[in-house]
């Protein structure tokens, strides 16, 4: 059974930093490109960072410079280290095996 659980988040001050986590199991993690995407209250859901199977990662623009995606093929784990966040980075956060599973998420709440 394919599962993606994420977890790490919470509430948090503007300029505070978050660590989100999410274990794989039930399918081989190092063959699959891993990504982080968030929907905030009343928006679409949105791309915000990805990591190929041999490290190489992309995020988009608003994130850059100020989150980090990282994985561990040996804990099947992915990583999205936020820093300096602010108060639109306010969402449920997913973790996703691009193109084919998606966790339940976990919410992240940046206050002024």
């Known amino acids: 059974q394919v599962q993606l659980v994420e977890s790490g988040g919470g509430l948090v001050q503007a300029g505070g930093s978050l660590r989100l986590s999410c274990l794989a199991s039930?399918?081989?993690?190092?063959?699959?490109?891993m990504a982080w995407y968030r929907q905030a209250p009343g928006k679409e859901r949105e791309w915000v960072a990805r990591?190929?199977?041999?490290?190489?990662?992309r995020y988009t623009d608003s994130v850059k410079g100020r989150f980090t995606i990282s994985r561990d093929n040996i804990k099947n784990t992915v990583w999205l280290q936020m820093n300096s966040l602010k108060p639109e980075d306010t969402a449920m956060y997913y973790c996703?095996?691009?193109?084919?599973?998606w966790g339940q998420g976990t919410l992240v709440i940046v206050s002024s």
């Open positions: 996703a095996a691009e193109g084919h599973y």
């Open positions: 039930g399918f081989t993690f190092r063959n699959y490109a």
């Open positions: 990591i190929e199977t041999g490290g190489s990662t």
